[in-house]
């Protein structure tokens, strides 16, 4: 009886021996596939990761760009605008010069008259009062 006690716990001790073999086997297995899974989930993270990074970079420089256009547009549309108000103010005293020539022109048809009614009165002999 012994000997079978003994064969028993042999098997018993070979058999867990065993399992303890194939549980390391599955820890370490699980180890591995946990790694690997992690590192590849790190890496698609990371390509996300640089994808927007570059899309952000992109941005920043679209967005430097507009601002330096609209820069450039806005001093380009002041220029306009003072451009457009001198050329209104030289209309304006075109149109003063022009309002100022003509009183002149009538004032001084209004004096050539007067002055050849006066002519006209001294030379048919009456006196101008």
Excluded: C
């Excluded at 030289?90 to 008259?113: C, F, P, Q, Y």
């Amino acid at each position: 009886m012994s000997d079978s006690l003994s064969q028993l716990l042999k098997e018993h001790n070979q058999k867990r021996a065993e399992t303890k073999r194939q549980n390391e086997q599955i820890k370490k297995n699980a180890i591995q596939t946990t790694n690997e899974l992690t590192d590849a989930l790190t890496e698609h993270v990371n390509e996300g990761v640089a994808e927007i990074f570059a899309k952000q970079k992109e941005l920043e420089q679209h967005s430097r760009k507009l601002g330096n256009q609209t820069t450039r547009y806005l001093n380009q549309t002041q220029q306009w605008l003072t451009l457009v108000d001198d050329f209104n103010t030289s209309l304006k005293e075109l149109g003063d010069v022009r309002n100022w020539a003509e009183i002149m022109e009538h004032d001084m048809r209004t004096i050539m008259t007067t002055l050849e009614f006066v002519h006209q009165g001294t030379m048919d002999g009456e006196p101008v009062e």
